[in-house]
C-alpha cells in the first residue's frame, strides 16, 4: 500500500542483516495476503475498539464495556484474535447458560463480539470472524407476555413509596422503556400537545409518545428540579436508586417473576384489550416490526368475535 517500514536488524554483519530482512518481509507478505495471522491479542484489540470506536459511536458504551469485560473473563488473557474459533464461542455460551443467562442475553454479547471482529477485518487486524460462522439462538420461546391485571396495578402502586410509584405509573402509562424514561428530559415533553418525544430509541428511529390525562395531570404535579424528569438535584436519574424499591414493591404486592420491563408488556396488553389495533401499538411501543407486537394479539378475542359477527346478517341458513 505503500508504507515504509524502517526496522534495525540489530546486527553490523550484512549477510546476516538481510537475511532477517528477507524473513521478516516474508513475513509481512503472509500476513497481507491472508496466508498468516499477525499476533494481535484479543484483550488488546478489544481495548482499542472500545476507545477508537465504541466509545465514541455507540450509545450504548457503558453496556458493551460490560459485554467486553465477560469475554475477558472467559477467554485466556493471551488468546489471540485468530485463536477465538467457533468451537470456542460454543464452550462460551455453554458457559453463560450455566451462569443463567438468558439466550437473548448470549446472543446480545455475542453481536458485540461480532462487530469487533468485524471491525477487526476492516482496519486490516484479521482476515476472518468467527462470530458468523455460529447460529444464534432463537428467541421464539424467550418473548414475555407477562402483564398485571387491574387490581394486580394498584396493589404494585400502592406498595411503592412516593418517587417510585411515579416512575411505575409512567411506565404504566405510556410503555416506555427503563432507560428511555430514566433519560427523558422535560424538554422533550410538551404538555399542550400531549406528546413525548423520544429522540434516541432501541430501533435507532425517533418516534412520539401519545400522553392520557392522567399522565398529563402526574406530570404537572411533579416539581422540575433537574433537566431529566425523574432527576434530582444531581442531575440524571439512575436505575440503582429504584431498583431496590421497586423490587421491594413487587415483593409486597405479591408478585411473582415480574420485572420493570413487564410495565411495557402490561401497557401493551391493555390496549390491546381495549381493540387498539396492533400497527397502533406497535408504532407507540417503538417496534421495528408488528412481529414483536403479534405476541398480544391472542390477548383481543372480543374484539375479533365482533369482527366477524359483522358478517352476521340474521339469515338462517338451511343446509
Not at 43 to 71: N, Q
Not at 86 to 91: A, D, F, H, T
Not at 190 to 218: A, E
Request: proline letters at 3%; one cysteine or more; aromatic letters at 10%.
Amino acid at each position: 500500500d505503500g508504507r515504509r517500514i524502517i526496522q534495525s536488524t540489530g546486527t553490523f554483519d550484512r549477510k546476516l542483516a538481510e537475511q532477517i530482512y528477507f524473513a521478516r518481509r516474508a513475513e509481512a507478505q503472509k500476513v497481507q495476503h491472508g496466508f498468516q495471522h499477525e499476533k494481535i491479542k484479543l484483550f488488546e484489540f478489544i481495548d482499542e475498539y472500545l476507545e477508537l470506536y465504541a466509545k465514541h459511536s455507540k450509545r450504548t458504551y457503558k453496556d458493551t464495556i460490560g459485554k467486553c469485560d465477560r469475554f475477558k473473563e472467559f477467554f485466556s488473557r493471551n488468546i489471540l484474535l485468530h485463536e477465538v474459533t467457533p468451537q470456542k464461542l460454543e464452550q462460551y455460551r455453554i458457559h453463560r447458560q450455566a451462569q443463567g443467562v438468558s439466550k437473548a442475553t448470549t446472543n446480545r454479547e455475542l453481536s458485540v463480539l461480532r462487530h469487533i471482529y468485524s471491525k477487526a477485518i476492516e482496519w486490516d487486524k484479521c482476515t476472518d470472524n468467527p462470530v458468523r460462522k455460529i447460529k444464534f439462538y432463537s428467541e421464539k420461546e424467550n418473548a414475555r407476555t407477562k402483564y398485571l391485571q387491574d387490581h394486580e396495578k394498584v396493589k404494585l402502586l400502592n406498595a411503592c413509596p412516593p418517587h417510585t410509584k411515579k416512575l411505575v405509573f409512567f411506565a404504566l402509562h405510556t410503555g416506555m422503556r427503563q432507560g428511555e424514561i430514566l433519560n427523558l428530559k422535560w424538554a422533550d415533553v410538551d404538555l399542550k400537545t400531549r406528546l413525548i418525544s423520544i429522540k434516541h430509541s432501541k430501533s435507532g428511529k425517533p418516534r412520539f409518545v401519545p400522553m392520557n390525562t392522567d399522565l398529563v395531570n402526574l406530570l404537572k404535579s411533579m416539581p422540575s428540579v433537574s433537566e431529566y424528569v425523574f432527576g434530582t438535584e444531581n442531575g440524571r436519574p439512575q436505575w440503582t436508586n429504584y431498583r431496590k424499591s421497586f423490587e421491594g414493591a413487587v415483593r409486597k404486592a405479591n408478585l411473582t417473576d415480574f420485572r420493570f420491563h413487564d410495565l411495557r408488556h402490561t401497557f401493551a396488553s391493555a390496549l390491546v384489550m381495549c381493540g387498539v389495533g396492533l400497527k397502533t401499538v406497535s408504532e407507540i411501543l417503538g417496534h421495528a416490526t408488528t412481529q414483536m407486537t403479534e405476541r398480544y394479539s391472542h390477548l383481543d378475542p372480543a374484539h375479533k368475535l365482533a369482527a366477524v359477527e359483522k358478517l352476521s346478517r340474521g339469515i338462517l341458513y338451511h343446509i
